[in-house]
């Protein structure tokens, strides 16, 4: 009998084959009291953590994402503080190493998983990942691996790790589903660079799921079904085709300029947070950076990274894309996000309070040593740089009186940078919007951070499951305002761009495009897709649509005509 299950979407797209149960050695760890022999322990552990750096500088990733975990790993295992940490317990305590190591293991990625950002929280799993793999190799152990699978197959375990999946027969793997897991853990970054369908957060679908049973991994609506029928099938078959036509054409279009049929261009750049999402996002056919959140630069820290350190991340960003844009936001840091090495005052709320461009005004060094670090890097490329959680006309000339100053005292030392580097800000509060027009004769452009913007207009946070369906961008109040912005820039003659998650919303897209809007600034995964909307659209049209959703005052009748809409 057909069964369903749900799950969270880690990476789209649809998969049908059998499913091949992957579980790994459950090991029981005791502490065991030595006599002697402390230091031939400490050896063993030793010796472990240098087999282990061997067998990943072996593996041959087929893909950056794979090459980028395995040196992650390698680098924690190269650690002092770590393998010290394991080995003074053993010394300390007198016990086994597996004990040891597994200690300091749960204390490292306790650490971590208190943090209050989920990006860093999720690095508490590379620590358990790395410390399992060194207990297999401890005890002797044969952990379970899927570099060599036997028959194209779809992984059912309960969480894959780092190791597990830069390890993985990427030929064979035609998707996964996990017990655990949520849409930032790491196995949900993967599959997405591996364009690979994944469910994560089914909670007991290794109970549900025997070793070939016959499956299809709907991952574009968060679906598990296990021994379809036959009428089924034939259903998924035609989407599955459809899906990889969908694909074929996408590869097409995707490295085009994106201009509409009757002329308008319009530019489709990546958001990024490091190097490796720029190359990402070059690949997939990006015109460029439309924002480059500085904040991982600082938070996967131990200090507050020097102008020097910075400037050669933007300086090789810059020239890596030559004259295609990079806009490169100032530090926002604050509500959600926190720095391990800093202590912000508890707040009781955060996303109102002490963040982004009011702690870098607060901070005025650390804020120096960004713009220094930004106006370098633009001696080689298209940089620009924007400001987050503007709300007045004020803080864009308190930006500008720095920035000048800070341009005075490079010119004095002889420090190249592009004088007529542009400064826009990031439109996201509710203030900003009210007074766009003022804002746009201050600034070179705008670009709209829907995230941010749609839960101040809302009133509701964004990362708060109880509030989630009121959470959502097809508010009419909120398209009124990204309209209101979108107009205001015009009349000042700037672009507007927009890099919040909703313009990596293909629905949202022809709406969007008929709104006016310059520039849409994506997920890499969604380049092409918008690419491809824009490019069999006609701004005619798209007026028109856009006009016919923003008359309606209603939620639900904006989002019956999105669903009505044929371009998405
Ligand atoms: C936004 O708020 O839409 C945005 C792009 O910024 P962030 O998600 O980094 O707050
Ligand atoms: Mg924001």
């Known amino acids: 009998m057909l069964q369903k299950y749900k799950g969270l979407i880690a990476s789209p797209g649809i998969a049908m084959g059998p499913a091949k149960i992957y579980s790994k050695a459950d090991l029981v760890i005791k502490k065991k009291k030595l006599e002697k022999g402390i230091e031939e322990e400490i050896e063993k552990l030793k010796s472990a953590f240098e087999t282990y750096r061997i067998r990943l500088e072996n593996i041959k990733a087929d893909n950056e994402a794979q090459a980028s975990v395995t040196q992650a790993h390698v680098e924690l295992l190269c650690d002092p503080y770590f393998i010290e940490s394991a080995s003074t317990l053993v010394r300390e305590e007198a016990a086994n190493a597996s004990w040891a190591l597994q200690k300091t293991v749960d204390q490292m990625a306790a650490m971590m998983e208190s943090l209050d950002d989920p990006y860093l929280r999720e690095r508490g799993a590379d620590y358990r990942d790395i410390g399992q793999n060194l207990l297999y190799i401890l005890e002797g152990v044969d952990g379970g691996d899927l570099s060599q699978l036997k028959e194209d197959c779809i992984i059912i375990s309960s969480e894959l790790t780092p190791s597990d999946t830069s390890t993985m027969d990427r030929e064979q793997v035609l998707g996964f589903a996990n017990d655990l897991g949520g849409k930032t853990s790491h196995v949900a970054i993967i599959a997405q660079t591996l364009d690979i369908p994944a469910l994560v957060g089914m909670k007991t679908i ?91 630069l600082y938070m996967g820290n131990d200090h507050f990274p020097s102008e020097e350190e910075q400037f050669q991340v933007y300086k090789a960003a810059a020239s890596r894309l030559g004259q295609s844009p990079l806009l490169i936001r100032t530090l926002d840091i604050g509500g959600d996000k926190s720095l391990s090495y800093f202590d912000f005052p508890k707040e009781d709320n955060p996303f109102l309070g002490w963040r982004a461009l009011r702690i870098s005004f607060d901070l005025p060094d650390v804020f120096q040593d960004q713009v220094r670090a930004i106006l370098r890097a633009s001696a080689f490329g298209n940089v620009k740089l924007f400001l987050p959680m503007v709300v007045s006309v004020e803080e864009i000339l308190e930006a500008q009186d720095r920035i000048a100053s800070i341009k005075k005292d490079l010119r004095q030392e002889g420090i190249p940078f592009n004088e007529a580097m542009e400064v826009g800000i990031m439109i996201e509060t509710p203030a900003s919007v009210l007074i766009a027009e003022e804002l746009a004769n201050y600034c070179d452009f705008f670009s709209i951070g829907t995230n941010d913007l749609t839960q101040y207009i809302l009133a509701a946070d964004r990362g708060n499951e109880k509030v989630a369906n009121i959470y959502n961008s097809y508010h009419p109040a909120v398209l009124r305002a990204i309209k209101k912005v979108i107009d205001a820039a015009h009349r000042s003659g700037k672009w507007c761009g927009m890099c919040g998650g909703f313009a990596s919303d293909p629905q949202a897209t022809y709406m969007l495009i008929g709104m006016g809007l310059d520039e849409f600034s994506v997920v890499g995964s969604k380049v092409a897709k918008v690419k491809d909307l824009i490019l069999r659209s006609k701004l005619d049209s798209a007026q028109d649509f856009a006009n016919k959703i923003l008359a309606t005052g209603r939620l639900n009748e904006v989002e019956k005509l999105i669903e009505e809409n044929p371009f998405r």
């Open 206 to 296: 290794t109970q549900e799921v025997k070793d070939g049973d016959d499956l299809i991994l709907d991952a574009d609506r968060g679906l598990l079904l296990i021994n379809p029928d036959d009428q089924t099938k034939e259903c998924y078959k035609i989407r599955i085709r459809k899906w990889e036509e969908e694909k074929a054409r996408l590869e097409e279009v995707k490295d085009r300029a994106a201009v509409t049929e009757d002329g308008k261009e319009i530019e489709v750049v990546c958001n990024v947070g490091n190097l490796e999402d720029l190359e990402d996002g070059l690949n997939r056919g990006a015109d460029g950076v439309g924002l480059f959140r500085t904040e991982f």
